[in-house]
């Protein structure tokens, strides 16, 4: 019974979803699109999200398997650079008018939180040999710096909203870094609880022992709370140069 149980498990991991199986998950999707556009809830704009992300997913897909044969440390700080700039840029797009004018700080904030976070988990948590081993370092890399771009842009959002409605810059920074804080926070409440994460889940059909897979995951909670929570406040201190101007009481 055992063996029957193993193998039914290992014929699930390796299941390969034949492209209209795949296609029959898009139908909950068609038709979120289509309340939206009823609505005029932005349909359209939602569409061509998920147009997007197919084409990105198409794409990222035969590239990665280029940068995983070919093993070489500069495909993937390339890669890296290209998730920064790309991340930094999306995160603004809660503030487009300002997009200019803040994308140093929040390269800068992106770089710098995401960047001490991936260094941490690769090289010291799980001390990758080699370092730059592209398996490990590009999914990890993808999802430290997306937490920093969605911290960075709620707290942005904040940021410039509290300040327009008058309040001072200490008052906007706390309302700001808990905003950016509330997506990652919500999620170490679920987990476990309301929802069982990619990472996790992902392990345990491949056949990993679920006690092994919750350590990887507690790894994973860690590194992207302190990915969010450097980013945004790393932002929101540069920020403080601009308040320096029209508010000469900030110490």
Do not use: C
Not at 59 to 84: K, N, S, T
Not at 112 to 122: P, R
Not at 165 to 178: E, K, L, N, P
């Amino acid at each position: 019974m055992d063996s029957r149980a193993g193998a039914s498990h290992r014929s699930l991991a390796i299941q390969t979803i034949p492209p209209f199986h795949l296609a029959l998950a898009g139908i909950p999707a068609s038709l979120v699109v289509l309340i939206l556009w009823r609505w005029s809830a932005g349909g359209g704009h939602s569409l061509w999200a998920l147009v997007r992300m197919l084409a990105q997913l198409l794409i990222i897909g035969y590239l990665l398997v280029y940068i995983f044969e070919a093993d070489v440390p500069w495909i993937v700080l390339a890669v890296l650079a290209v998730m920064v700039i790309a991340a930094s840029w999306i995160a603004l797009r809660t503030i487009p008018n300002f997009r200019g004018a803040l994308y140093g700080y929040a390269f800068s904030s992106i770089a710098i939180g995401g960047g001490l976070t991936v260094v941490l988990i690769t090289q010291v948590v799980l001390t990758l040999e080699p370092w730059y081993q592209p398996s490990f370092v590009i999914p990890l890399a993808g999802m430290i710096f997306a937490a920093s771009m969605n911290s960075v842009s709620l707290a942005a959002e904040r940021m410039l909203a509290e300040r327009k409605r008058g309040a001072s810059y200490i008052d906007a920074r706390r309302i700001a870094m808990q905003a950016g804080m509330i997506p990652i926070v919500n999620s170490l409440f679920a987990v476990g609880l309301v929802s069982l994460p990619g990472l996790m889940t992902g392990q345990i059909l491949s056949g990993v022992s679920p006690l092994i897979a919750v350590r990887y995951q507690v790894m994973v909670m860690l590194m992207i709370f302190s990915a969010s929570g450097m980013s945004a406040a790393i932002f929101l201190l540069f920020l403080k140069r601009r308040a320096a101007d029209d508010e000469s009481s900030i110490n």
